[in-house]
């Protein structure tokens, strides 16, 4: 597919990796829109870029459906849906000290599921249903992580991001018949501008457990959703781009 002109959703978009790929495939000719929760976030996108956005929650059912709807009505279909918005909520699943034992909080789980699973099926739901019903071959792109494959203290996150490759290749199993296509990317350490605050001490000791021997570059993951985008053969996989650190 063609970058140029394409209308691009990216959820979390307002700051960190979402904005990367919003300001990176503007810069490709794209039409990027962006949701995000912090409507100051979104004003200070648009004003130094001019990409435009609004609030959208990517846990609320009825909002994404009407998001998708009017979105479609005024731009016509997504070309691309990328699922970036995510969080952390990390804790043990038990933690024994010497005088208590705690468990895994239920409301982290509840958390982390909602916006970076349940999030990914109903956004991706909302576009693969207007790509399809507009006939437009479409590409979803879901952004997973290094942790899809268990990490310490990440119960949570490692299921969401392990979930999303799954449904990554139902999806492209499924909406094949209409041209639609679904992959993932799953980034290994990246600089966003939040870990670039860390204390560098702390930095270089990641670094130092990274092959690569640093962290990821923002534009390094932008870089391969482009690619995803570009080459219609890409289907159903997920990209680990993660300067090989393996958890
Ligand atoms: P950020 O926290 O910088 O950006 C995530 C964005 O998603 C934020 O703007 C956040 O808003 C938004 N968001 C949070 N909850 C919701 C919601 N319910 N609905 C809509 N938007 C929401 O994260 P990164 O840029 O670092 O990460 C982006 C994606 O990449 C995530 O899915 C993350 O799991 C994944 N990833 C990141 C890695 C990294 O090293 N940075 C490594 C591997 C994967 P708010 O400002 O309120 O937080």
Redesign the pocket.
């Known amino acids: 597919m063609d970058i140029a002109g394409k209308n691009i959703v990216i959820?979390?978009g307002?700051?960190?990796?979402?904005k990367q790929f919003a300001v990176d495939l503007k810069n490709l000719g794209g039409k990027p829109y962006v949701?995000?929760?912090?409507q100051n976030?979104l004003d200070a996108l648009k004003e130094e870029t001019g990409i435009p956005g609004e609030i959208?929650?990517?846990?609320d059912e009825e909002k994404i459906v009407d998001f998708f709807e009017r979105f479609t009505e005024t731009n016509g279909a997504p070309d691309v849906l990328i699922n970036?918005?995510?969080?952390t909520a990390d804790h043990f699943f038990i933690i024994k000290s010497e005088d208590k034992i705690e468990k895994f909080p239920r409301s982290n789980w509840d958390k982390v599921i909602d916006?970076?699973l349940t999030?990914v099926f109903l956004c991706g739901r909302e576009a693969a249903y207007h790509m399809v019903k507009h006939g437009v071959k479409g590409v979803i792109i879901n952004?997973s992580?290094?942790s899809k494959a268990g990490n310490l203290g990440q119960t949570n996150y490692a299921a969401a991001k392990s979930g999303l490759v799954a449904m990554t290749v139902t999806w492209a199993k499924e909406l094949a018949r209409h041209g639609v296509r679904a992959a993932a990317i799953a980034?290994?350490?990246?600089l966003?501008d939040?870990?670039a605050k860390i204390e560098q001490r702390v930095l270089d000791k990641i670094a130092s457990r990274i092959p690569a021997g640093r962290l990821g570059e923002m534009e390094e993951i932008s870089r391969t959703a482009q690619y995803i985008i570009e080459c219609d053969f890409f289907n159903g996989r997920v990209i680990e781009v993660d300067g090989g650190h393996r958890l």
Request: aromatic fraction near 4%; charged fraction near 10%; avoid cysteine.
């Open positions: 959820t979390g307002g700051r960190g990796l979402g949701v995000d929760v912090i976030d959208l929650d990517v846990t970036n918005a995510g969080i916006i970076n999030g952004i992580s290094i980034p290994g350490y990246i966003t939040m870990v």
